[in-house]
């Protein structure tokens, strides 16, 4: 990797706007991330932060603006270069965890890597470290109605991170967890982030807050750096 693939931010938007129908959700949106860094995006329910999160891992398209994820842009990418993207660039952790209860949980974490040219046996492995790293390799053939809240949700991060994508999107990760559970959660994102991976995540837990390294606050369409 060259000085400059390192010192660009991994994370680039600009001039970004969404709306639906009639509502301006995100209005002319510019910020960057820098590569390892651990951000936290906050502001009111309803600000956009989710729309935001969707779109940076390609899973909406913006009216307008640019979106630059590891050096990828997403202006103009069909169906399957963006599936290709999320693959490859961004692991994503939604706030309801989005699991398949009929799959237990080390099957969830491997069904993120299908067709990435992984055999069978090396996702099972994989998907096993994962889990084993987050302290659930006693419930990996669980399934999700099975596990806690705080289980669910490591299992959500687990299959996040199943590609060892350089960024990773969360979307409430501690939100629905008891202390406890949103330690264990939270220390993960800051080690993760300790490991070179770049973590945004949308969050109105102070707890996790306080962890990263700068918020980034969503108010009338537009992020500013947080005063906080």
Known sequence: MSDTTRSRPIIEVEGLSKRYGPDVVLDDVSFSV???????????????????????????????????????????????????????????????????????????????????????????????????????????????????????????LARGLANDPPVLLADEPTGSLDDEAADRVGAQLTSLAREGVTVLCVSHDARLNDRADRTLRLADGKVAPSTD
């Open 34 to 156: 820098d590569r390892g860094e651990f951000v936290a995006l906050v502001g009111r329910s309803g600000s956009g932060k989710s729309t935001l999160i969707h779109l940076l891992g390609g899973l909406e398209p913006p009216d307008s603006g640019v979106i630059s994820v590891d050096g990828v842009s997403l202006r103009h990418h069909g169906r399957t270069p963006l599936a290709k993207f999320r693959r490859t660039h961004v692991g994503i952790v939604f706030q309801l965890h989005n699991l398949i209860p009929r799959l237990t949980a080390v099957q969830n974490v491997e069904l993120a890597m299908f067709s990435t040219g992984r055999s069978r046996h090396r996702r099972r492995e994989h998907a096993l470290e994962l889990l084993e790293r987050l302290d659930l390799a006693h419930r990996a053939n669980r399934r999700p109605p099975q596990l806690s809240g705080g289980e669910r949700a490591r299992v959500a």
